[in-house]
């Protein structure tokens, strides 16, 4: 398997080059307005991904150096800069003795550097997830239409094993590491900037193939079962983080505590995922490790995977409102009121 060399977004270059700024609350949601109409849009939305996945990159590189040679074990008490930490408040999750108004429950606090690493390694399996899952529509939907279509994908083949690979790498190391998940996610990909980075579907017309290239053709149909397997290997890379957080076990204590906005989206999301798994248990030949073979069964794991994503972002130690108004909206498109799943899969960016 050929890997192709380390190279960086054009995002990223010109993202370098800029002062960061705050993200407003409304970003998100103008990426979502032109998810609706990715087949025509979606290299704003891919250029939004790049730009975030690089914010908290930079997070996580803040953080790393707070923390220290030293690890998890002697973090750095200095918190993240101005810049960096607005945009990120987050909210306690912690257990209140009295219950009060929902929005005095979620108070702010000073973020630290192992709590900032979770929000920045949550951020990016959200921001990949729905890149991939898009690029996984968006070439499914072009093959239905232009079944005959002549364009090459070998550059975008090769990108898709690059990806595939370092997940399955790093799942293999893992194990070997010290610390948590975010914090080892986080000094590999330091060193590894592709991984968890969902490079874009980019075509070539057959008159733009070089003749030594002509005699390996990779079309559509084949980026697609690539970009499959790529998708089982995500899944997988999701299920070996099995650790939890000790702050959202805190929030379900007191029988006489108010539900709290995070305890109703936990609660939601529960109830979505209690019915999408009786749907898999209905369904015959269902296997875990391989590609669905209908359509319906691919978009209930599809589902699964968007039910495992928001299960992380709602059990980490802080969360911000932004963050929980995402995980509703994310929910939403996850439509279980006629007995079946019916699953929008327009993105919508994990805010900043």
């Known amino acids: 398997m050929v890997l192709i060399p380390e190279e960086t977004c054009p995002e990223e270059e010109e993202e370098g080059e800029e002062e960061e700024g705050e993200t407003s609350s409304a970003d998100w949601r103008d990426v979502e307005a032109e998810g609706r109409q990715f087949w025509s849009g979606f290299a704003e939305v891919y250029d939004k991904y790049c730009e ?12 790393l150096n707070d923390i220290g040679p030293q690890g998890s074990s002697t973090p750095s008490p200095r918190f993240t800069s101005k810049k960096l930490a607005s945009p990120l408040r ?15 429950q979620l108070q702010e606090l000073p973020n630290s550097p192992l709590q900032d690493l979770e929000v920045a390694y949550a951020a990016h399996i959200c921001l990949t997830w729905e890149l991939l899952h898009c690029q996984y529509t968006y070439l499914s939907q072009k093959i239905s239409v232009e079944p005959e279509n002549s364009c090459t994908y070998n550059y975008s083949a090769q990108q898709f094993q690059q990806f595939q690979v370092l997940l399955q790498r790093f799942v293999e ?9 975010p914090e080892i996610y986080a000094q590999t990909r330091k060193s590894l900037p592709k ?18 290239e002509s005699d390996l053709k990779v079309l559509a149909p084949d980026l697609i079962k690539t970009i499959e397997s790529s998708i089982l290997t995500f899944h997988h890379f999701l299920k070996m983080d099995k650790k939890k957080s000790g ?16 305890q109703q989206v ?26 669905p073979a209908t359509e319906e069964d691919v978009e209930l794991l599809l589902g699964l995977i968007d039910v495992k994503i928001l299960r992380r972002v709602l059990r980490m130690a802080r969360i911000s409102r932004e963050q929980l108004l995402w995980c509703e909206e994310k929910m939403k498109k996850l439509d279980l009121s006629k007995g079946k799943l019916q699953r929008d899969p327009s993105p919508i960016l994990f805010p900043c």
Do not use: Y
């Not at 975030?52 to 953080?63: G, H």
């Not at 190391?173 to 998940?181: D, K, S």
């Not at 702050?247 to 995070?262: A, E, K």
């Not at 609660?267 to 391989?290: A, T, V, Y």
């Open 247 to 262: 702050g959202v076990r805190d929030l379900f204590g007191g029988q006489t505590q108010l539900p709290t906005p995070l």
């Open 90 to 104: 987050c909210l306690s999750l912690k257990k209140f003795e009295e219950p009060g108004d929902e929005t005095e």
């Open 52 to 63: 975030r996945m690089l914010l908290f990159d930079r997070l996580s590189a803040q953080q």
């Open 173 to 181: 190391n893992e194990p070997f590491e010290q610390g948590h998940r």
């Open 266 to 291: 936990q609660s939601s999301l529960k109830q979505k995922e209690i019915k999408l798994k009786e749907l898999r248990k209905k369904r015959k030949g269902w296997k875990k490790k391989s590609w």
């Open 195 to 212: 991984l968890l980075h969902v490079p874009m579907v980019q075509g070539l017309d057959k008159k733009e193939v070089k003749e030594e």
